[in-house]
């Protein structure tokens, strides 16, 4: 075994025993709290991308159907119309605020819970309590191999949502919905026409797919259910287009995988006029799977015409060094489109003043997200804000 193996395994086996605490609070927390969850019919979706569209998609049906829901997802917990400012990075807060949180939903009346759920929530038991009566499998592709290893130990993690679950809703489409052996309810593609736009792609059908299975498990008025998503509003950081009075296109999305990065490049391809550009700026978080890297340095450059390379949440990682792992994927017929600049509102910059009319300009990485992480020091940060800001400073040259 070579010595980064060895290390890897080290840390694997360091997190089982870390998990040991792990479950002990979970099980402390879930009893403080009354065992709130048991009190509620909770939706869990799980995957690698299209978890936080799910979940609001559903969520917004729900809601529409007059069912009192609440929601906690990577962008945030709501407990019907009221958004909560719950202040974690992570989608899945440990257990102690887990619970709180369900236990505060109980008491406001809520019925449905519906929940996104990460592989480290179920590795470390963060959704402990949670008798999930819905489980949602949207696709496992390639990410968090930084701690899971290989893509064996991180599917059969994503996998454990499914131990206990009345219904399994399943992408018959990818290749995970072989490994659950329980009562499936498979989907694909939606069928629906007039899609809102934000919508838009082959990647968001499977999202539509994945709620209309799951709302239609609970019974809900498919005509309803057809209305809600025709009139979707969106996802923050999720395909979030800013219209600031440019006459280029800028969409913000929290792609941060290769093949989310990959999806929404394939679509915004689809969208651009003929003989436009379409120019992506993006980075890699730092301290994280570094194995993904080079992946997203090739389906970037494969699919943009301009790709520039910038910061993410660096950590305590030097911003070159991650660069250079993704450029490393990226082949040598393509290297005269790319462009390293380390500083990310630099790289936004950058990526305006040279789109033209009909253009789009591709934010990926960091989405709804509101601080950025460089060193020890979280400084606050919004890819949308910064991007209407750079537009506002180049207005009188537009």
Same mark, same amino acid.
């Given at each position: 075994?070579?010595?980064?193996? #060895? ?33 509620? &019919? ?10 936080? &569209? ?9 809601? /529409?159907?007059?069912?009192? &829901? ?6 945030? /917990? ?53 008798? @999930? ?14 701690? @899971? ?18 219904? /399994? ?69 999720? =395909? ?13 999305? #929290? ?10 490049? *394939? ?9 436009? *550009?379409?120019? /992506?700026? #993006? ?65 936004? =910059? ?28 979280? =400084? ?19």
């Amino acid at each position: 075994m070579d010595q980064k193996k #060895f290390k890897a395994e080290v840390k694997w086996k360091v997190q089982r025993v870390k998990n040991l605490w792990h479950f002990v609070r979970a099980v402390w927390a879930v009893a403080r709290n009354g065992y709130p969850a048991r009190k509620l &019919t909770v939706i869990g979706v799980t995957g690698t991308d299209g978890k936080t &569209t799910t979940c609001t998609l559903i969520y917004e049906i729900l809601k /529409a159907a007059g069912y009192k &829901t609440g929601l906690i997802s990577t962008v945030s /917990a709501k407990i019907g119309d009221e958004e909560i400012d719950t202040g974690f990075h992570t989608t899945n807060p440990d257990a102690t605020l887990m619970q709180k949180i369900i236990a505060r939903m109980v008491k406001e009346g809520v019925t449905h819970l519906v929940l996104e759920v990460t592989a480290h929530g179920l590795d470390q038991y963060r959704v402990m309590g949670c008798n @999930f009566y819905i489980g949602v499998l949207t696709n496992i592709t390639h990410e968090h191999l930084d701690d @899971f290893i290989d893509m064996t130990r991180y599917q059969n993690t994503k996998l454990k949502l499914f131990k206990r679950v009345k219904y /399994a809703v399943l992408n018959q489409d990818d290749p995970s919905y072989k490994m659950i052996n329980v009562k499936t309810i498979p989907y694909g593609k939606t069928k629906i026409r007039n899609i809102a736009e934000v919508l838009a792609g082959d990647y968001n059908k499977y999202n539509i797919g994945a709620a209309e299975a799951v709302v239609g498990i609970l019974k809900v008025n498919k005509r309803l259910s057809d209305q809600v998503i025709k009139s979707f509003g969106g996802v923050p950081g999720r =395909r979030e287009e800013v219209k600031a009075g440019q006459k280029f296109r800028v969409i913000v999305d #929290f792609a941060h995988t290769p093949n989310a990065l990959e999806q929404v490049l *394939k679509q915004l391809k689809k969208e651009l006029p003929e003989n436009k *550009k379409l120019i /992506a700026v #993006f980075g890699a978080t730092g301290e994280r799977d570094k194995t993904k890297r080079p992946m997203m340095g090739e389906a970037a450059s494969r699919l943009a015409d301009v790709v520039i390379i910038t910061s993410d949440d660096t950590r305590m990682e030097s911003q070159d060094e991650i660069a250079e792992q993704i450029m490393s994927g990226i082949n040598k017929r393509y290297s005269d489109k790319v462009i390293k600049i380390n500083d990310r509102r630099e790289a936004i =910059r950058r990526a305006f003043k040279m789109a033209k009319a009909g253009d789009i300009v591709l934010i990926a990485g960091k989405g709804h997200e509101k601080t950025i992480l460089i060193g020890k020091q979280d =400084r606050p940060w919004s890819d949308a804000g910064v991007a209407r800001e750079e537009i506002d400073k180049l207005r009188p040259i537009m």
